[in-house]
């Protein structure tokens, strides 16, 4: 049974042995190598790279995407240029890792529904734009081995993100316009003040905060020294507070889900130095407490009970009712084209969801990941979805147990990576934001982070990330 499961999950997949031999890699990786070995700029090819994303995750929150898409354009180019001028045989770990072949394989199926695509030049348009962000995580994952620039981006994200908040909390004792109606007219909250910051919707700005409340929670772990403890710790305290005050439901769903898959795993780190009693009992005392904290909320705090209770409506909450048309809609859609679906992208999805919608029910997006892919690339395109996420979350638990096996504080960000993708994902089922540059690329970092952890399986330990860095980057 193990080795079905380490097959599935691409665990012993050969790939440097693949990769030495490959005709493919050969034939196109190197062929600039000679340059880069004169090349000045290049030598420092990793950082330049790191000032690109850098610019990436800055800039996100408060420019177009128009914007977002040049520099996107920008880091794919000298993702190129790099690659180009790699070494044939890599010295150290392989660049390419199983999610990395499940990206690709992703990639071609979205190229396959583009071809098939009954609107092939809106989808075409979108297969682009979905090959800029696949590339941003194969520009990232190489970037992120360094553990040095993986501090550097996550602690550059989280400041940034502490920026969006404050103006978002100043938003919610201030004030500010409603720029349209997020919440159920003939709801008791329908005066009530949905913070936005500089995204412009609640909902995209839970989402996007969703990732620096998990970050910043395990940042008071691997962040050393009790001045930069206590600048994580407001920053969980400050991303909490404006993630709540958006009263977006998804996005408390996918918070509740983030920290709590964070403290379990914080809980399963530490259980080595813990005593027997609390190795056993830490986790359930833990989660009881929050879950309990969670209740108490519920019950005695109005505007979180009605927000809840919401979600329990069905249809007689207009932002239920709407979801709920808009989802019979795509239903519609995925049994016309099951298979291979109608191309990736909102583009294409505005083309065809016209013939299926509800009167007075216009949509941009499926309201939901799992049937946004469903419906761009089919029933094949969301078992490989759903097969990057098993061999991506089964790469970052086999590499969290060897980096707390060697007790290297680099696997906090790990915890942080896969609460974050999970926070995501049950956010994203119940909406879309999930597509938006600014949660996308984040999505994308979190991937390549576990990426770049990647060992086979046969590697001796010894060549493990280097311990005696634990902190590299200044907050």
């Known amino acids: 049974m193990n080795l079905v499961w380490q097959r599935l999950t691409l665990s012993d997949l050969p790939l440097k042995e693949y990769l030495a031999t490959s005709y493919l890699r050969r034939c196109s990786i190197g062929l600039l190598n000679s340059w880069r070995q004169s090349s000045i700029l290049l030598q420092w090819g990793d950082i330049i790279a790191a000032a690109l994303i850098s610019l990436i995750y800055v800039l996100a929150p408060f420019v177009s995407s128009t914007l977002i898409g040049v520099l996107l354009i920008a880091c794919v180019g000298f993702w190129l240029l790099l690659t180009l001028s790699d070494e044939p045989i890599p010295a150290n770990a392989p660049l390419v890792t199983p999610i990395h072949l499940l990206v690709l394989l992703y990639w071609g199926i979205a190229v396959v529904a583009t071809a098939l695509s009954p609107v092939k030049k809106a989808a075409l348009n979108d297969l682009a734009t979905l090959t800029l962000y696949l590339l941003l995580f194969a520009l990232c994952a190489r970037v992120l081995r360094s553990p040095r620039l993986r501090s550097w981006i996550i602690t550059l994200y989280l400041h940034i993100s502490l920026i969006v908040s404050v103006y978002g909390l100043r938003q919610w004792f201030f004030g500010a316009a409603q720029l349209a109606t997020w919440v159920d007219p003939e709801s008791p909250l329908s005066k009530t003040t949905r913070v936005y910051s500089y995204l412009g ?104 009970r009605l927000r809840v209770f ?3 409506a069905d249809r007689q909450d207009s932002s239920n009712n709407y979801r709920r048309n808009v989802w019979d809609a795509v239903f519609e859609m995925i049994r016309d084209r099951p298979i291979i679906g109608i191309g990736p992208g909102h583009n294409a999805f505005n083309k065809v969801y016209p013939l299926y919608q509800r009167p007075r029910y216009s949509a941009l997006s499926a309201y939901s990941i799992l049937l946004e892919v469903a419906v761009e690339t089919g029933f094949v395109g969301l078992a490989c979805f759903l097969w990057l996420i098993v061999v991506t979350f089964n790469s970052a638990f086999m590499q969290l147990r060897r980096l707390r096996e060697s007790g290297n504080v680099q696997g906090f960000w790990l915890i942080g990576a896969c609460a974050t993708l999970l926070g995501m994902l049950a956010h994203g089922t ?8 600014e949660v996308n690329t984040l999505w994308w970092l979190m991937v390549a982070i576990i990426a770049s952890y990647w060992r086979p399986l046969h590697q001796d330990s010894s060549q493990a990330i280097n311990s005696s860095n634990p902190e590299s980057a200044s907050s």
């Open 430 to 437: 119940v909406d879309t934001i999930w597509f938006r540059p």
């Open 310 to 312: 919401s979600i329990f």
């Open 201 to 304: 919707n609640p909902n995209l700005l839970a989402g996007y905060l969703m990732p620096a409340v998990v970050l910043s929670l395990v940042a008071i772990f691997v962040w050393q020294g009790w001045v930069k403890k206590a600048l994580a710790l407001t920053m969980v305290v400050v991303n909490a507070a404006c993630l709540v005050l958006t009263f977006s439901r998804g996005g408390w769903i996918g918070l509740v889900v983030g920290v709590l898959t964070a403290i379990a795993l914080l809980v399963y780190w530490q259980s080595l130095q813990l005593p027997p009693f609390w190795r056993t009992w830490s986790l359930p005392i833990i989660l009881g407490g929050l879950l309990g904290l969670l209740i108490l909320a519920v019950i005695f705090v109005e505007p979180v």
